[in-house]
């Protein structure tokens, strides 16, 4: 069912060296930061030939990134994000084989401005994966 891996995510505590780091030493592609107050981070996108990183750092007082670096100081992979083609017939299929959705089980509008889910990470490996409709 699920497609291309559109992202890897990585939380990190410094935003300006992430980009450094990532533009400087790894010499790749990296855009400028944009806020999604609606998501509490501000992204970093690396353009990568076969997928993109996401560099995800706190926005706002209830981001759900702070809690993750409060746990990982130095920052970490957040979640991985996999396409999907219909995300209520994916969603559906999660429910059927027994995997949990975060939050209300309804998707929303995430990073890309398209639907997404996410689902629970102790059913997949201590992973959280996200699935967006492309
Ligand atoms: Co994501």
Same mark, same amino acid.
């Given at each position: 069912?699920?497609?291309? !891996?559109? #992202?890897?995510?990585?939380?990190?505590?410094? *935003?300006?060296?992430?980009?450094?780091?990532?533009?400087?030493? *790894?010499?790749?592609?990296?855009?400028?930061?944009?806020?999604?107050?609606?998501?509490?981070?501000?992204?970093?996108?690396?353009? !990568?030939?076969?997928?993109?990183?996401?560099?995800?750092?706190?926005?706002?007082?209830?981001?759900?990134?702070?809690?993750? *670096?409060?746990?990982?100081?130095?920052?970490?992979? #957040?979640?991985?994000?996999?396409?999907?083609? %219909?995300?209520?017939?994916?969603? %559906?299929?999660?429910?059927?084989?027994?995997?949990?959705? !975060?939050?209300?089980?309804?998707?929303?509008?995430?990073? #890309?401005?398209?639907?997404? *889910?996410?689902? #629970?990470?102790? %059913?997949?490996?201590?992973?959280?994966?996200? !699935?967006?409709?492309?």
């Amino acid at each position: 069912m699920i497609g291309r !891996l559109n #992202h890897v995510a990585i939380a990190v505590p410094d *935003l300006e060296a992430a980009v450094a780091t990532y533009r400087d030493v *790894l010499g790749a592609k990296v855009s400028e930061p944009q806020d999604e107050p609606d998501n509490g981070v501000t992204v970093v996108f690396v353009e !990568l030939d076969n997928t993109k990183i996401e560099l995800l750092y706190p926005l706002g007082e209830n981001s759900p990134i702070a809690g993750f *670096l409060a746990k990982n100081k130095s920052g970490g992979m #957040h979640h991985v994000c996999y396409e999907v083609e %219909d995300i209520y017939e994916a969603r %559906d299929r999660m429910i059927e084989k027994g995997a949990r959705i !975060l939050g209300s089980g309804e998707p929303k509008m995430g990073a #890309h401005k398209k639907p997404v *889910l996410f689902l #629970h990470p102790k %059913d997949f490996n201590g992973t959280l994966v996200e !699935l967006e409709q492309v």
